[in-house]
């Protein structure tokens, strides 16, 4: 990231709302905030779940782990139900708000707010609108697809993924739409020789003659796992190695099963991505993008309802990760992804961090021109700046 673009002498300070809603939001967030720092700026990190007044915030949380645990259909009704019933979506809206006296409190004194968490926006994007935070507002979507909770009137930018995850969210309202790199650690990438290949092999206690796809499934081991485990040692083309996440249960069931080899919470994911030769996913987040940074192929499978299926399908018209929607189909995409040419570049384009540096650097009411010095927002043309708008 280019650290000229922070002004000399002045510390810039940006504040990270981001969520602990499994891991991605909060992935996104750390890595935002590392490369942030890197860059001479105080970063300051805020959970949304912890906003809410009183254990409200944990409750959710619980709730949705829940759902998809035990009835994860019904979370796809769920999600759906709020794209289509305007109602339904106001309510939610409103629900995020109890979080905005926290949330304006803990954003004070910012030069950027940068949201990875849908509801996390809605809020923040009703605090610029009333006038009560002037620093700019990006939201960093997470997620290949967009839900239309991800855009909130009064956002300044929207940083999406890909150029298909920027046509959704423009269609949605979105303003200013970025296409950027994705927010992933510089440790993902590729095996540099075989040598580290195997080194990783045996720091894991994994086969070093088999061909291995990795079975992930967010850090709650959500999904039905157990059933893509079995669909992939049946291909008799790689041995599964599944990380199960915090869901002790599902490990010591798949361990029972003796299909594969599971392992619970992985702190090195790095290296296992580099032990492996594909990974096999059902969510479509943060895991999908650290695979594609790590040179592995992607094939999403059994998704998850509701935004694992929409994911499924924006990483595959965007050519990331093909969808294997049948057991039938999961063979081929194995093969094909086993003997394929790998991917030499990791997608994206603009450090988003680079993005917020430029917002947070030229925020200076007098140069805003009367409107934006009105409600402390950039004018149109200085976000249109930072980077070439995408096509």
Not at 139 to 168: C, F, K, N, R
Not at 250 to 279: F, H, Q, Y
Request: aromatic share 4%; net charge positive; with cysteine.
């Amino acid at each position: 990231m280019n650290t000229s673009l922070i002004h000399s002498g002045t510390k810039r300070h940006v504040t990270i709302v981001s969520a602990s809603v499994g891991a991605g939001h909060d992935g996104a967030a750390s890595e935002l905030a590392r490369r942030l720092r890197e860059a001479g700026f105080s970063v300051d990190r805020h959970d949304f779940v912890d906003l809410f007044p009183a254990s409200l915030g944990r409750l959710l949380r619980q709730s949705y782990a829940l759902q998809l645990r035990a009835a994860p259909e019904s979370w796809e009704r769920l999600f759906t139900a709020l794209d289509r019933r305007r109602n339904l979506a106001a309510a939610v809206r409103a629900l995020s708000g109890l979080a905005a006296r926290r949330l304006a409190r803990s954003a004070a004194g910012s030069d950027v707010v940068i949201s990875t968490y849908p509801l996390a926006s809605q809020a923040l994007g009703r605090l610029r609108r009333r006038g009560a935070l002037r620093a700019p507002v990006v939201t960093y979507l997470t997620d290949m697809s967009v839900h239309p909770l991800w855009i909130a009137e009064g956002v300044d930018a929207h940083l999406a993924l890909h150029a298909t995850t920027a046509a959704q969210a423009r269609r949605l309202g979105a303003a200013d739409v970025r296409v950027c790199e994705p927010a992933v650690r510089p440790g993902f990438r590729p095996a540099s020789s075989v040598l580290e290949r195997q080194v990783a092999r045996l720091h894991f206690g994994l086969p070093d003659v088999d061909r291995l796809a990795l079975v992930v499934a967010g850090s709650w081991g959500a999904g039905d796992v157990a059933a893509t485990v079995r669909d992939v040692a049946a291909s008799g083309l790689v041995t599964p190695v599944v990380v199960c996440g915090r869901n002790t249960a599902l490990r010591e069931d798949l361990a029972r099963s003796g299909v594969g080899v599971p392992l619970g919470w992985v702190e090195d994911m790095p290296a296992l991505m580099r032990a492996c030769d594909v990974v096999v996913q059902n969510a479509g987040g943060l895991s999908s993008l650290e695979a594609l940074a790590s040179g592995l192929p992607v094939i999403s499978y059994r998704c998850l309802p509701g935004h694992g299926r929409t994911n499924a399908a924006a990483l595959e018209e965007a050519g990331w990760a093909p969808w294997a929607r049948r057991p039938d189909e999961l063979p081929e995409a194995l093969f094909a992804a086993l003997t394929g040419p790998r991917m030499k570049e990791s997608p994206g384009a603009t450090d988003p961090a680079a993005i917020v540096a430029a917002l947070a650097t030229r925020r200076i009411a007098a140069a805003t021109g009367p409107d934006a010095a009105a409600t402390g927002r950039p004018a149109a043309n200085e976000l249109a700046e930072m980077t070439e708008p995408t096509r």
